[in-house]
């Protein structure tokens, strides 16, 4: 099997800030004539007379030009002296970060996890002998305490949909000593509001679907190592798996890059308006943002992130509904109420998204059935609170429960 040699080391780009490096990275040289956007290529296979290990491309499935900028990209905004590597999925991108642990290893994970990370362990386990020991991230030392004799720690902070912050700096170090690789899922913050390899993470993995592509309009995952030789790994089971993404869904990641950092702008900035409004509500049990000075992350995001991303979970009071208990009847009919919003999974679109996360099987029992997560877009604030207190009113009035206050 014919290979492009590795790739060699960059300088991480200095003296320019996140906002312009988004704009500018992955762009053909500034020349007469050049295009300012890099080329589409659509080939399955290239010239070549060379054999393995030549340097040459040889064939699609080990490389394409289409990639090198986004993957240039990437792992610039990570800080990191190797490209990253782009997908067809995030869950491509995950299974690869998981291909790193050996058989029948031991893994510590957040309890409260993305469902398709619960999911790929939960298939291991049964497969490979994975043992997984699930933690509460943002309880540190009951975190470090699972990690002796440990393969891989995977790291979610913010968590989904739970929105817990783990101490990063402190859980990589305490897998460092112990021997154990660290993975960071850094989807929600993106490299604009967290830098894991910067702290010594091994690995970062991206749903790139997500506020990378920005537009709800393309699959696409990336992992981003410093470590060379974990590199090879990841590109020798991409390779090996056909875990490859299309040569116009990475064009299209790479322009939806372009305007991460005025989109993150816009949407966390209502994501804490949203937020601070709900916790008011007499029809909301709880909000978990880490952005509140009330939310139990709240000093800990402070520090150790740049932002407090644009992902909010709120908990619906069953008595809204004129209910007793918790069995998520109560946020359904929030969530049937809504017209701006958009009732959908996944996340960081520029439209806004809401969805009842416990309607998914993969969804672990300790997320409260009422729990609603909101992915905030860029649409006008005012419209989309006005648009969730005519939901939550709606359900109330449906239900003939008092009045609650907005």
Same mark, same amino acid.
């Given at each position: ?225 410093? @470590?060379?030789?974990?590199? =090879?790994? *990841?590109?020798?089971? &991409?390779?090996? /798996?056909? !875990?490859? $993404? #299309? ?98 999974? @996944?996340?960081?679109?520029? =439209?806004? *998204?809401?969805?009842? &996360?416990?309607? /998914?099987? !993969?969804? $672990? #029992? ?41």
């Amino acid at each position: 099997m014919t290979e492009p040699a590795s790739p060699a080391p960059h300088e991480p780009a200095r003296g320019l800030a996140a906002d312009s490096l988004v704009v500018s990275l992955g762009r053909p040289p500034h020349e007469t004539d050049a295009p300012v956007n890099p080329p589409i290529v659509l080939s399955s296979t290239f010239h070549g007379l060379g054999g393995a290990g030549s340097g040459e491309k040889g064939y699609a499935r080990f490389t394409n030009p289409t990639w090198d900028p986004l993957e240039e990209a990437l792992g610039t905004l990570e800080a990191c002296t190797l490209p990253g590597l782009v997908f067809a999925s995030g869950m491509g991108a995950i299974a690869a970060a998981m291909s790193l642990m050996p058989q029948n290893a031991t893994l510590v994970m957040p309890r409260h996890s993305y469902s398709g990370s619960l999911s790929i362990v939960q298939d291991l386990e049964t497969r490979a002998g994975l043992t997984i020991r699930h933690a509460d991230v943002a309880d540190t030392e009951a975190t470090i305490a699972l990690l002796d004799g440990a393969d891989m720690l995977w790291i979610e902070s913010p968590t989904n949909p739970m929105l817990e912050v783990a101490d990063l700096p402190a859980l990589v170090a305490a897998a460092k000593e112990r021997g154990v690789l660290t993975v960071v899922d850094n989807t929600f913050c993106t490299p604009l509001l967290q830098q894991p390899l910067e702290v010594g993470a091994d690995v970062v993995v991206h749903s790139a679907t997500k506020y990378l592509g920005g537009h709800s309009d393309v699959v696409m995952g990336a992992v981003v190592t410093g @470590s060379m030789e974990l590199r =090879e790994r *990841l590109h020798t089971y &991409r390779t090996l /798996h056909g !875990a490859i $993404p #299309g040569p116009f869904e990475t064009w299209l990641t790479l322009r939806g890059l372009r305007t991460l950092a005025v989109r993150t702008e816009r949407s966390q900035a209502s994501a804490h308006v949203l937020a601070a409004r709900l916790a008011r509500h007499e029809g909301i049990a709880r909000v978990r943002y880490p952005g509140l000075a009330s939310d139990p992350g709240h000093a800990r995001a402070r520090t150790q992130m740049r932002g407090f991303g644009s992902i909010v979970s709120f908990e619906v009071d069953p008595a809204l509904a004129g209910l007793r208990r918790d069995d998520g009847a109560a946020a359904d009919a929030v969530m049937a109420g809504l017209r701006l919003w958009t009732p959908a999974t @996944s996340l960081g679109g520029v =439209e806004s *998204l809401a969805e009842r &996360r416990r309607r /998914h099987a !993969a969804e $672990p #029992g300790s997320v409260p059935p009422g729990l609603i997560r909101l992915s905030v877009g860029i649409e006008n604030v005012e419209d989309l609170w006005a648009d969730l207190a005519q939901a939550l009113e709606a359900a109330r009035a449906e239900s003939g429960a008092a009045p609650t206050a907005s």
